[in-house]
């Protein structure tokens, strides 16, 4: 089985990869990709893989914009951290999904789903009720009705505490770790990844700059032209770190700080 994984978290990749393994030796990873852009370009430089296993959130947007570029002709399984019940009625046809972080026994369930219709995606055979396009189309709006995270429970000490998301300014990352700051300038780690947090977070409050920085719309308060059509942020409140709009994504933070 020829399997090409988007994904744009390595160690999610790393485990991904060692999941696979152990519940299909016969499963062979063809490629990677951690972007649209790099999705696109391998799927019409390459035959169809027998499965893609994909992720919502990418470096440079939503996955669901691959298939407005080019004609997906492979099963898809989507990885994802929405809930199950926002997710149940796309367990049909030949889609998929996998919450994270992926459990084996999850993986191994949707690889035995792929099996038993992946007839469905050969050429010349009768197509299946949904499309993968179609689906998709329903994910998204789905996805735009979801009820997005409210608040974090975080430890302070020997004590949890709950924070609104209204008082935090931005998430970031640190060696292994991620972390938020709020506007009283409080820092506390967070046990999600970025992607889980983009998914969690109100797309219209929150944008991720680059792997390693997600931004509130009122935590910017500087924006400074920077080398490779990138752009600096100056954050409130201040951090020693860069944060560093990625060239691939100054577009779409213009447009969405200034909606």
Not at 16 to 39: F, H, P, Q, R, Y
Not at 60 to 77: A, C, L, R, W
Not at 230 to 245: H, Q
Request: overall charge negative; aromatic content about 10%.
């Amino acid at each position: 089985m020829n399997i090409l994984i988007v994904e744009d978290e390595e160690l999610a990749i790393k485990k991904l990869k060692k999941t696979l393994s152990a519940v299909d030796e016969n499963a062979v990873v063809v490629g990677e990709s951690d972007s649209i852009k790099g999705t696109v370009s391998w799927l019409e430089k390459n035959p169809a893989p027998d499965l893609i296993l994909m992720d919502i959130e990418l470096a440079d947007g939503q996955s669901f914009e691959i298939f407005n570029h080019t004609k997906v002709k492979s099963p898809v399984i989507f990885i994802t951290s929405y809930d199950e019940y926002a997710l149940k009625a796309f367990k049909v046809n030949s889609i998929d999904y996998l919450l994270k972080p992926v459990q084996k026994e999850d993986l191994e369930q949707a690889l035995e789903k792929f099996r038993q219709v992946k007839n469905l995606y050969q050429a010349d055979t009768v197509a299946p009720k949904l499309s993968v396009e179609e689906i998709v189309k329903e994910l998204q709006q789905k996805l735009q009705t979801k009820e997005y995270r409210k608040r974090f429970l975080v430890k302070l000490g020997q004590k949890l505490v709950s924070i609104e998301v209204e008082e935090i300014a931005y998430f970031f990352s640190d060696g292994r770790l991620n972390f938020f700051k709020t506007y009283d300038n409080r820092k506390f780690v967070v046990d999600y990844t970025m992607d889980e947090l983009c998914e969690m977070l109100r797309p219209d409050s929150f944008f991720r700059i680059s792997r390693s920085f997600l931004v509130s719309v009122n935590s910017v308060s500087q924006i400074h032209d920077y080398f490779g059509n990138r752009l600096l942020l100056e954050l409130k409140p201040e951090i020693d770190k860069e944060a560093v709009v990625s060239r691939e994504k100054v577009s779409e933070f213009k447009t969405w700080l200034g909606k």
